[in-house]
C-alpha cells in the first residue's frame, strides 16, 4: 500500500469538461503558424541543397501565412499565450535563421569569417525585434501609433535582406568582389530591425470604398499575377518600393507625434480651469 487514495469516479459534469478540450477557433490559428514553421524549415533545407529560389518561395510563404495567423485569431476570437509564443518561436526561424543561412550558402561565405559574423547579427537582430515587440504589446499608444511598427519588422525584415539574393538569380551574381557590399547591406538591415526608426504598418488599411471596389480588386489580381509570372523580380521591385517608403513614414510619425506634442498643453490648460 502506497497511501494514494483511490480513484473516484468522475461526475457527469467533469467528464464533459474533460471530453469538450479546447475549441477549434483556438487550435485553428496554430496550425496555420505551424504550417509557416513548416516552411521555415523546408527553406533550410532548399537552401542546403543548393535549390536558392524554392528557399526563397518558402521563405515568402511563410510570411504570407505569418500575415494571416494573428488576423485569424483575432477574427475567430481565439488569441492565447500559447499561440502568441508559438507565434515567436516560428518567426524567429523564419525570418532570422532561415534567410540568414540561405544568404550564407549563396554569397555571404565567400568571406567566411565576416559573412558568417553578418548572418549571426541578422539572425540575433531578428531575435530581439520580436522580444521588443512582444514587451511593448504592454505599452500605453496613442491610437495613430498603431499604424506604425518601431523598427522594420521581422517578416519585412526577411523579404527586404534578401534582396542581393533576388540580385543574384536574376543574372547579376554576387562574386567575391561585391560579397563586402552584400555583407555591408544585410548588416544594414540588422540595423533598421532594431532600431526604433518607424515603418508603415498597414494594420489600420479601413475599408475599400465601393466605387473603388473593381479597381482595387483589379490591381490586386493584375499584382497576384506577376508575382506567380515573375517572383524574384517582384520581390526585387518590391523590396525597392519598401526601403523608398522608410524616409516617408519617419515624416509621417514625426508630423503625427508634432500634433500630440501641440495638443497636450493646451488640453493641460482646459483641465487647470
Given at each position: 500500500?502506497?497511501g494514494?487514495?483511490p480513484?473516484e469516479?468522475?461526475t457527469p459534469g ?9 475549441p477549434?477557433?483556438v487550435?485553428f490559428?496554430?496550425l ?12 533550410i533545407?532548399?537552401?542546403i541543397?543548393?535549390?536558392?529560389e ?9 510570411a504570407?501565412?505569418d500575415g494571416?495567423?494573428?488576423r485569424?485569431?483575432r477574427?475567430?476570437?481565439?488569441t492565447?499565450?500559447f499561440?502568441?509564443e ?5 518567426d524567429?526561424?523564419d525570418?532570422?535563421?532561415?534567410p540568414?543561412l ?12 565576416f559573412?558568417?559574423?553578418a548572418?549571426m ?8 525585434r520580436?522580444?521588443?515587440f512582444?514587451v511593448m504589446l ?9 499604424n ?6 521581422a ?6 535582406g534578401m ?7 536574376m543574372g547579376w551574381p554576387?562574386?567575391r568582389?561585391w560579397a563586402p557590399a552584400a555583407?555591408v547591406?544585410?548588416l544594414i538591415?540588422a540595423?533598421?530591425m ?9 494594420k489600420?488599411?479601413?475599408?475599400v470604398?465601393?466605387?473603388?471596389l473593381i479597381?482595387v480588386l483589379?490591381?490586386v489580381a493584375v499584382l ?5 509570372t515573375y517572383?524574384?523580380e517582384m ?5 525597392v518600393?519598401?526601403?523608398a517608403l522608410?524616409?516617408l ?10 500634433a500630440d ?7 493641460a ?5
Amino acid at each position: 500500500m502506497n497511501g494514494a487514495p483511490p480513484n473516484e469516479p468522475q461526475t457527469p459534469g467533469e467528464r464533459r469538461r474533460a471530453i469538450a478540450g479546447i475549441p477549434l477557433r483556438v487550435i485553428f490559428p496554430n496550425l496555420v503558424t505551424l504550417v509557416a514553421l513548416c516552411a521555415g524549415l523546408t527553406a533550410i533545407r532548399y537552401a542546403i541543397e543548393g535549390r536558392y529560389e524554392a528557399s526563397v518561395i518558402a521563405i515568402v510563404v511563410a510570411a504570407v501565412l505569418d500575415g494571416l495567423d494573428g488576423r485569424l485569431a483575432r477574427a475567430l476570437k481565439g488569441t492565447s499565450r500559447f499561440g502568441a509564443e508559438l507565434d515567436s518561436l516560428a518567426d524567429f526561424l523564419d525570418f532570422g535563421v532561415a534567410p540568414a543561412l540561405l544568404m550564407y550558402m549563396m554569397f555571404l561565405q565567400q568571406i567566411k569569417g565576416f559573412g558568417w559574423m553578418a548572418a549571426m547579427i541578422f539572425a540575433i537582430a531578428c531575435g530581439l525585434r520580436l522580444v521588443r515587440f512582444n514587451v511593448m504589446l504592454d505599452e500605453q499608444k496613442p491610437a495613430w501609433a498603431g499604424n506604425f511598427f518601431t523598427g522594420m519588422p521581422a517578416p519585412a525584415g526577411a523579404i527586404i535582406g534578401m534582396l542581393p539574393v533576388y540580385l543574384h538569380l536574376m543574372g547579376w551574381p554576387i562574386t567575391r568582389g561585391w560579397a563586402p557590399a552584400a555583407i555591408v547591406y544585410v548588416l544594414i538591415v540588422a540595423l533598421l530591425m532594431v532600431s526604433r526608426i518607424p515603418h508603415f504598418s498597414g494594420k489600420q488599411i479601413g475599408r475599400v470604398p465601393r466605387e473603388y471596389l473593381i479597381f482595387v480588386l483589379f490591381g490586386v489580381a493584375v499584382l497576384l499575377m506577376l508575382i506567380a509570372t515573375y517572383p524574384i523580380e517582384m520581390l526585387a521591385a518590391i523590396t525597392v518600393i519598401y526601403l523608398a517608403l522608410i524616409p516617408l513614414a519617419v515624416l509621417r510619425h514625426r508630423a503625427f507625434a508634432r500634433a500630440d506634442a501641440a495638443q497636450a498643453p493646451a488640453g493641460a490648460g482646459e483641465g487647470q480651469g
